[in-house]
Each structure stands twice: as C-alpha cells, then as structure tokens.
C-alpha cells in the first residue's frame, strides 16, 4: 500500500509539475517539435476547439524568449474575447509578459467595440505601467463609460499611470449619483 501511495505521488508530481501544466502538454516538450512556428501557434489561437487554443497560449508563453511575441499580439487580444476564462488569463499574462512593445496595438485596440476586449486592453495597459502614459488622455474617457467593469478598470490604469486619484475620482463619485449604477448592500 505505501508503494502504491509513492506511486499516486510520483504520478501527480509528474501531472503538474509545479506549472499548472498537463503532463501531456509537458511530456510535449521532450519530443522533437518539428513543427512548432509562431505561425502556427496563430493558426491554434482561432481553433474551435479550446484545447488546442490553451496549447497554442502555452507554446507561446514557453518559447517568449525565442519568438517575437509582438507578431502574436493582435491574436492574443482577440484572444481577450475567448469564451473560456482560462483562455482569457492565459492570453493576458502572455500579453503582460511582452509588455510595453505590445503597446501600439493595445492603443489600437482601445477602440474595439466589445466590453471584454476593450476592459482587458485597459488593464493590460495599466499592468504595463508608466511608459503608457501617452494612453492616459484616452482611459480618461473610458472613466465614463457605460459599462461598469470598463469605468472601473479605466479607474484603476488612470490611477496606475498617473499615481494620483485626481482624474478618476470626480467621475466616479459622478457615477455614484447619476444612478447609472446600481448597487447591493454590503452584508
């Protein structure tokens, strides 16, 4: 019985490996690759099967010292819009990790009519830090968004980029009163 519980221990050591990482995705990485482009992790991201758009996140994020990342930016923030969370997270903290030369394109991006695009385009921004500060004229004006989760997010990359509440706080205590916002009480 003790073997057998080394053995459940190994195996799950050898599932995760401490990365949050299938074993099939890691036993992956010992055999020859042949194949694996940054062309065709782009392709993967618009595959209709979730697994394989999770793959192709993951080959980027593993190979970000390798490839130029700024060539999968565009696709990583459609990638914003994916309908699983985990695609989501795992396309946003690539987009962190390329940083400030995705930059220009997360500008770009600030356009994009949907919500989950556009709020994740504006905390990526702030992620990035104070060499955006060029984008703050334009989270300014998201601070009266109609969304709610976009007003917040703008609120907290305003606060990010400028170190002062200054900007965000008169439009939000605007929206507190305008009765755009509804809100629970807090138990």
Not at 104 to 129: F, M, N, P, W, Y
Not at 145 to 170: K, M, N, T, W
Request: aromatic share 6%.
């Amino acid at each position: 019985m003790g073997k057998t519980v080394v053995i459940v221990s190994i195996a799950s050591m050898f599932f995760w490996c401490g990365t949050g990482t299938p074993s099939s995705v890691l036993a992956q990485e010992n055999e020859p690759r042949g194949e694996a482009t940054i062309g065709k992790c782009l392709a993967d991201l618009r595959d209709r099967d979730p697994f394989v758009r999770r793959q192709a996140v993951w080959e980027l994020e593993r190979r970000d010292r390798e490839w130029d990342l700024t060539k999968a930016v565009p696709a990583l923030i459609e990638a914003l819009n994916d309908s699983e969370s985990e695609q989501v997270r795992d396309a946003r903290r690539v987009l962190s990790r390329i940083g400030f030369p995705a930059f220009k394109t997360l500008q770009l991006a600030l356009k994009d009519k949907r919500v989950s695009v556009k709020r994740g385009v504006i905390e990526l921004i702030g992620d990035i830090g104070f060499k955006c500060k060029p984008a703050l004229p334009e989270l300014s004006d998201f601070l009266k968004s109609e969304d709610l989760s976009v007003r917040a997010a703008a609120a907290r990359s305003v606060f990010r980029l400028s170190g002062s509440a200054e900007r965000s706080v008169p439009i939000l205590r605007e929206a507190l009163t305008d009765g755009s916002t509804e809100f629970a009480p807090v138990p």
